[in-house]
């Protein structure tokens, strides 16, 4: 069976309905328009109801004004409760206080084209609160830990070490006091104002005291505030080292020595059991290893045992039976 609309009953057509009652006709069948949207006649499609006004009812041809002073927040309102005061420019409504507030710096609004204060382009801010387009967004969105590098505040600069900001928009960082610096560039608080330690020390932060360095760092103040680690493959001749150069020895493990920035492994009759270490210790007399590069004296024994061992496996090797 069909409809009057040429559909089969069977079918739920929600696409298209008859836009008048009765109608038995397929070119009378129009757009299926819900509550919030109308009619375009024109080209036979739904569109959402335009800002300001609103439809409660589906199948219309036209949307209602909201009342004078009053407009919706967007497209596609159903409700006259969804009708809100018409905020100023550089102000926006509020559905939490149901009022009108102003937009806040960095945000920026046009009563009859923005529906909410709009933020500003990223990196750019506005001089105040209130501002009505983005031409106004006319400087340098600094932030804490930042200054502006000049009076023309077009650009932000990170606050040096021993400096901080705590507050967005400003021209100038503020300068830690009693021998105090920071860790780093773009502190944001004066709590990131520490105790500044001489070269060669960093500060413990638990007991507030300076410790040195330990082999394989080094620290300048001047540069750093935590002592840094050496290259990989390099050391330091000792603790509290003040400059990368300090940096000149080989890190050596265990079963090797130091041969200046390189390592060399012990040779046979000889071990080492600690790293860093400038020599091997010699096993003793009559005693010897079997590999180079021993790490403990439990490798150290009699050389008559080593050559039994050798002479035993070369022979087994020459008989064809190892």
Known sequence: MESACGFQSTFLVTSVIEFSFGSNLLYRCSANCIAGQYLDKSESICR????????????????????????????????????VADCSDGNEYNMTSRNCVTCRQG??????????????????????????????????????????????????????????????????????????????????????CKRECDSGWELDETTGKCTQCDRGFYKDKTQHFYCQPCPRHLITISTGSTESSDCSQGNCTAGYMIAGKTC????????????????????????TTARKGATSSDECMCECIVVYHYYNESHLRTAGIY
């Open 107 to 192: 945000f920026y609004r046009s009563q009859n084209v923005d529906d909410v204060c709009v933020p500003c382009p990223e990196g750019r801010t506005t001089t105040g609160s209130g501002s009505i387009n983005k031409h106004q967004c006319t400087i340098a969105n600094c932030t804490a830990g930042q200054h502006f590098t000049d009076r023309t505040r077009q650009d932000c600069q990170d606050c040096k070490r021993g400096y901080y900001q705590n507050k967005p928009l400003q021209n100038d960082c503020k300068m830690c006091l009693d021998s105090k610096t920071t860790a780093s560039v773009r502190s944001k608080s004066v709590d990131a």
């Open 264 to 287: 060399k492994e012990c040779p046979f009759d000889s071990y080492q059991d600690n790293r860093w270490q400038t020599e091997c210790i010699p096993c003793g007399d009559q005693m």
């Open 48 to 83: 959402p109801c335009r800002r300001g006004t609103y439809q409660s009812k589906a199948w219309q041809t036209s949307c209602v004004d909201c009342p004078s002073g009053k407009t919706t927040l967007g497209e596609g309102f159903i409700a006259a409760t969804d009708c």
